[in-house]
């Protein structure tokens, strides 16, 4: 009887105590696969990461400083930069290969620091253009059309647009305009039809139309005017000679 209350005190609290020192060991175990497997392998990978996505900032580094030496631009500090970015990269790889981890991610940051040192160029001008204006749109013949547009320079460079003015497909004129990155302006052209017709107005992607109707000759008119009423005058006087 004695063994047997003593079993029923004492082995639960064994089992228990087993049970904890498994897991303690569990633990431990999944501790150390962590520090010596799965934790180097996962630093490998994120510095291998790094260290891809570093050297692309370098070649895009690079093509800044072509296009600042394109502008006629100095880059010897950019230059100086570019090379300091490029040696840390390389000792961050040296030290990759040789796991340390800590040191090539420290290397990384630093090339990082000096890679900031390099401004991207300015962007190369681009062009918009809008807000096509036809006026008048309905005109007698040799009477003069104005047509305009709005062109913005949407890059941060100066540049040069050629503005093409062509009626109905055919190229009439050009004229040329240099705006500073951001800037606006009109450009205006003018243009009149011998022609009576419908004419389509194009300038780069935007169309428009306009009318030319034959032009009344008033002075003809008024010429026709004046020798009906003389000849009226003179009928209506010969008429009365004959009644008298």
């Known amino acids: 009887m004695g063994i047997i209350r003593w079993a029923k005190t004492w082995v639960p609290l064994l089992v228990a105590i087993i049970a904890l020192v498994l897991s303690g060991y569990a633990i431990y175990v999944d501790n150390v696969h962590y520090q010596e497997v799965t934790k180097p392998h996962t630093q490998h990978e994120e510095i291998r990461d790094k260290l891809a996505r570093l050297d692309t900032k370098i070649e895009r580094a690079k093509g800044w400083v072509y296009s600042w030496e394109a502008l006629g631009e100095t880059t010897r500090d950019f230059r100086e930069s570019l090379s300091k970015a490029e040696s840390l990269s390389d000792e961050a790889e040296k030290a990759w290969r040789n796991t340390d981890y800590n040191e090539a991610d420290k290397l990384i940051d630093e090339a990082y620091d000096f890679l900031a040192e ?49 009626i109905d497909n055919v190229v009439v004129t050009t004229k040329d305009v240099t705006l500073a990155g951001g800037a606006s302006q009109m450009v205006t052209f003018t243009t009149s039809q011998d022609i009576v017709g419908n004419y389509v107005v194009n300038v780069d992607s935007l169309s428009g139309t306009f009318v030319v109707k034959a032009a009344m000759n008033w002075w003809l008119i008024g010429g026709v005017i004046a020798c009906t009423v003389i000849i009226g005058v003179i009928i209506s006087r010969v008429v009365r000679r004959r009644w008298v």
Do not use: C
């Not at 160029?121 to 681009?126: D, G, L, N, R, V």
């Not at 253009?129 to 047509?147: A, F, K, M, R, Y």
């Open 118 to 166: 390099i401004p991207p160029p300015p962007a190369p001008p681009a062009f918009a253009i809008t807000t096509l204006s036809i006026s008048p749109t309905d005109v007698n013949t040799g009477e003069l059309v104005t047509i305009s547009i709005l062109v913005t320079n949407t890059g941060d460079a100066t540049g040069t647009y050629t503005a093409i003015l062509k």
